[in-house]
């Protein structure tokens, strides 16, 4: 026997069964006793002990997410009292071949004693009693071939054929599973077979037609002459729109000549600088002092005609002369006196 650990939960087979529930297998190791399910953590809908030596169904942890318990092929005899307490949402309990199976038995014995439980058993078995032992089975035999009618039907189109080439159109019909002188169905069986897909497309079309009816009476009403405007007023609206579009011409219209002009004073300007500059440069004038001069009449123009004092340079002080370095003050130098030395 092997005890049920953690590890062997961990390292047990986990998937999803095909009604899409989480399922632990723990099939076939011979538990003895349920112990450490809280090693799965409530992961699981369904967990399967199947082929254990597990005796009484206790031991179970919280689990409110198990709902199925498969104790199949184990030697449980004893249901623990507090189950529903540990497995709220259980809802499927697998016991088949068990020891428990005894007490069974014994509540189906209570059960049908006496005279009220044979009658009870009797009534059983008539309502589950499906056929008799020895006795032969009633099968509907499935008709095949054609009906009387489709027989008539073929020997009135062959007994009418009057060519060979009708016998040989009446050949193929046969042979692609067309009864002769059934092609043309009656009314009664087109009316009871299509009636209801007559009756949706008549109510469809009448529905469609008037739809199109009311379109037809709004479109007419917005074209009555009622509601057209009147001609005057079309012919004044005309008449303002084509004056306004004339203003609106003649503004942009001066404003381009006014742009033109503007352009060609511009040019002229240019001109007429290009001819000075030419005229300086025959006479020696070098560029630069020619731009000075036109800039300068320029500024002079530009400026007001008060023009202001130059301030005359500071004058020297007086009686200093640079050469000696005469001043008036009391120091000064002489140069020595050119001879021969005193001593000499």
Known sequence: MVKLTAEMIEQAAQYTNPV???????????????????????????????????????????????????????????????????????????????????????????????????????????????????????????????????????????ANASSLAEVERLKGLLQSGQIPGRDRMPVSSLASEYGWYVLFTCIAVYFIVQLLRRKGDQTDRRQTPQDLPDKDVVVKRQAALEAARKRMQEELDAKAEQYKEKQQQIAEEKRQQKIEMWDNMQQGKSYKAATKVNNQSNSDSASSPVSKPKSEKKPLRGGYNPLTGDSGGTCSWRPGRRGPSAGG
């Open 20 to 158: 899409r529930d989480r399922e632990l297998d723990l099939r076939g190791y011979k538990i003895p006793v349920v112990e450490n399910l809280g090693a799965s953590l409530d992961q699981f809908d369904t967990i399967d002990f199947s082929d254990n030596e597990i005796r009484k169904l206790d031991g179970f942890p919280l689990l409110k997410r198990l709902k199925t318990l498969l104790f199949n092929n184990n030697r449980v005899c004893r249901i623990g009292e507090s189950l529903e307490q540990s497995l709220p949402n259980l809802k499927e309990l697998v016991l088949t071949n068990n020891n428990i199976q005894e007490l069974e038995r014994q509540e189906a014995e209570k059960m049908f004693k006496g005279k009220r439980g044979a009658q009870l058993a009797k009534d059983i078995a008539k309502r589950t009693k499906t056929f008799t032992p020895g006795a032969t089975l009633q099968v509907e035999k499935k008709k095949t071939g054609p009906s009387a009618a489709d027989v008539e039907a073929i020997k009135n189109a062959i």
